[in-house]
């Protein structure tokens, strides 16, 4: 049955109600590349592998000027929106940076006072306006859910187009897992991969959407230990840590990061996520923001072949004296979101194996 | 003599004082092309059926990749600019992918506050600045006739380029009224054309550009009957009345909009156009929304072959029970405007052959 | 000495204490080429010349389709951030314009508060993270010395890209001096060119970064004679006069603009910089505007062979009147804007020669 057909058959109550992990195949191709990319919980291992794989073909295409109008051909007949009513700068750009290596015409909704004419309409009818006139829509909103509700909506039109969840609320944004994904795979490329190694996240875990997902990915890996240090009050919440013991993985949780620095192979480092604080600065108190900071001094602890992520914007998570460190891969990190980006596209407009081959044939 | 040396012999005081039908010449060029588009009243029946044809060769080449790729190629040397001063998203949208078909890279100005530096200079500056760099100006701004006052001065100068009204006021909106006409001609493709149907217009007569513009453009076909369905205070204006009894067309003035639904080969709904209220919710007194509204139960009086049309965006119009009907080409309408406005933005740069000569080569 | 290894000796405190004059190797290629753009002082006569010679080719280059094809693949697998957040719409559209004559793909970032997600980073990391998506930044800020600043920081990193400076504070302004020298150079093409010319600067020259930057680049001319025309309070500083006492060169300073006009060869008009005043309206007292202002009766004292120039935008500096005599070039000294900026980046970018090549090939 078609991923079509499927939306059609269920109404959206019943949709809701389905656990994460059981609507992975709604948002599927029949050939079980991803039509949209509303979840983190759709990826399994296979898709994460392909999709890295593929990122790293199109970053050794695009170095030659050749390669690049190989890639920017793939697509140049299509038009995509980017909708983005939640600011956000690096993740749009990294999505337009995508659209356009691909040869997509990117168009834009960014602030909401310009489009002033749409209210009074329902976000269904300005999404369905998108769809008349682009081939896909990439969206940024506030509303938890919102993407996928879309997804759902536009499946049963006549027009459907892909969908993809640049961040919705609190809660998924799955393509920045991917994006961190990419970039644990790369850095342990010569090391055996994701498998064995330990994560250790840092800073406001209970709400940063980044951590949680990512969490939820690596238990697509081998024996990856997650470490989680915070203050009490922005530990990870019990429901990953229910996740991590049912899947039987190890984990721990403490709030001596500085202790743990010398065990992992990946330190993760997140800001505080005070934009979502009821009172203004209420999250800060009691958070010293010194014992969740990586100075230069902390590189001595770290491993030589350990490496140091961040989703950015930083604040005062890491110093900048550490940027030179070939083990500060979060520059890097961020240049990654905009190679995931385009082969999750690339992959949901199925010009995936026409880039390997490509690949095969010319960069090997 | 040409455009240009028809505007150059007229200045604006003489040329403000010609009746709208007048016009046309000024805007046309030697070939009978169009070269700016300000007014609906320049379009003929000729001009009307070649865009039409234009716009459905374009939709079909435009259905594969290597003829989207014929399309982006042929204005791939010119930049157009679209100058929105007045909030739009549905017309902006639709002129930029129209752009991005055609092979247009286009630019924006939409913000006055990002333009500040722009204060100061006269907006005859404004437009002329954007004349140095661009070779298209598509404009939409709040003073009545402003497009109209750009196309004559723009065209006295060393660098003329086409300017295309895409709304001014509360008067002029042309390429609305032409997306309108392709909706309704292809709707009526396999039934002899617009010639001989009835359109049944409803909800806010009084103040929608987008029924004037159409009501007058309907008279380039033969024996279409016209009825408006409207509250008092809301009813069409005596000025449209008056030109269709000049032309001796059949037309009918209610406010029982559901009695006539049976009798229209087509229902046109629009929506309170409260945006010109003088106090907010003025006229929505004595506004009975549900006497014109277009609910799923009025799908059974509309005849087998009729079509619903709207202008979007809908608020309390049309219910979304009928979106899913075949006879609902709202969703269609809108895409057609890009359609169009492809298919316009290609005739104005002479590109309307070339885009036959593809069509009857590849795609017939 | 490569320009990278350059900056990285030497550390930002001692780079800000460097004379201007002597910062120009920091921003130069080993070839000789501009790497960044960043202050007017980095150009000397053989790259004026160089960049007046590559803008009229690229400008003729254009004119045909096919070799606005060729130029458009120049650089189409490159993409361009253009960073402005001090409003300005023509430099904006200008560079704009000139990215998309290259190919280059542009991408803006400009309303502050569309990104507030990167407040709470620090301008440093703002520009690496453009750095991370884009090859090219063009940036316009309000900060003085902000734009040199970046170009000394990013050339240090991993990934250094050019960075342009399109305006930054009261202080420079490159390009709008090199399109000045651009368009004296094109209207005295057949007069032997700037050398042993007049120029007559009037205004606002006290605060005009335009007029500071021309004054200076005209010292690369021989005996060009330079007037400057304002209001005691406004007059030239008198930095710039020790500048051309220094080389030697000839000047006068008045206040009787209107005297002056036979004498010049090209007159050089600008408004009135009062959005810098300290209290509104403050420098707008003393200044009799009539008294700065270029008629259509000072067409007649005009020499036949001379220009009137101005920055654009004008309040009461030209008449009207002015805009179709033949010597009124400031609108074409707009849109030289538009091809002096695509010959500086396509020099930057290496390509100079393969424009000229084409040239000589196909357009002599």
């Known amino acids: 049955m078609t991923q079509r057909r499927m939306m059609e058959e269920l109404n959206w109550e019943d949709f809701e109600r389905l656990p994460l992990a059981q609507r992975a195949p709604y948002f599927r191709?029949?050939?079980?590349?991803?039509?949209?990319?509303?979840?983190?919980?759709?990826?399994?291992?296979?898709?994460?592998?392909?999709?890295?794989?593929?990122?790293?073909?199109i970053r050794r295409i695009a170095k030659s000027k050749v390669g690049s109008d190989f890639l920017s051909s793939l697509m140049r007949n299509k038009r995509a929106m980017l909708y983005f009513t939640q600011p956000s700068?690096?993740?749009?750009?990294?999505?337009?940076?995508?659209?356009?290596?691909?040869g997509f015409s990117p168009a834009e909704v960014r602030d909401p006072s310009i489009s002033s004419e749409m209210k009074g309409e329902t976000k269904e009818d300005t999404i369905r306006t998108f769809?008349?006139?682009f081939d896909l829509i990439i969206m940024r909103t506030p509303a938890q859910g919102f993407a996928e509700k879309m997804a759902w909506m536009i499946s049963r039109t006549e027009r459907p187009v892909p969908i993809i969840n640049a961040g919705s609320g609190k809660d998924q944004h799955p393509t920045q897992a991917l994006l961190d994904i990419y970039t644990l795979q790369r850095s342990f490329e010569r090391q055996g991969g994701i498998d064995g190694k330990t994560v250790l996240f840092c800073g406001d875990l209970a709400r940063g959407r980044t951590v949680r997902s990512l969490s939820g990915l690596l238990l697509q890996y081998r024996n990856v230990k997650q470490i989680f240090a915070a203050p009490e009050a922005l530990q990870i919440g019990e429901d990953i840590l229910q996740q991590l013991r049912d899947a039987g993985v190890e984990y721990e949780v403490t709030h001596d990061f500085k202790k743990k620095i010398s065990e992992a192979d990946a330190v993760y480092m997140t800001r505080l996520q005070d934009?979502?604080?009821a009172k203004?600065?209420?999250?800060?108190?009691?958070?010293?923001?010194?014992?969740?900071?990586?100075?230069?001094?902390?590189?001595?602890?770290?491993s030589p072949k350990g490496v140091i992520m961040h989703p950015l914007p930083r604040r005062l998570e890491i110093s900048t004296e550490c940027d030179d460190d070939p083990?500060?891969?979060?520059?890097?990190?961020e240049r990654n979101g905009m190679w995931i980006r385009a082969a999750l596209i690339a992959t949901i407009f199925c010009r995936d194996q026409e880039i390997t081959q490509y690949y095969m044939l010319n960069n090997r």
């Open 275 to 277: 934009e979502w604080d």
């Open 29 to 57: 191709q029949s050939s079980g590349r991803p039509y949209h990319c509303v979840i983190a919980q759709q990826f399994d291992r296979e898709s994460l592998d392909s999709l890295c794989d593929l990122s790293t073909r």
């Open 327 to 333: 083990r500060a891969v979060y520059w890097r990190q």
């Open 131 to 133: 769809s008349s006139f």
């Open 89 to 102: 700068t690096r993740t749009f750009l990294s999505f337009f940076s995508a659209c356009q290596i691909l």
């Open 280 to 302: 203004p600065g209420e999250s800060a108190k009691g958070y010293r923001q010194e014992d969740y900071y990586f100075t230069g001094e902390d590189l001595r602890k770290l």
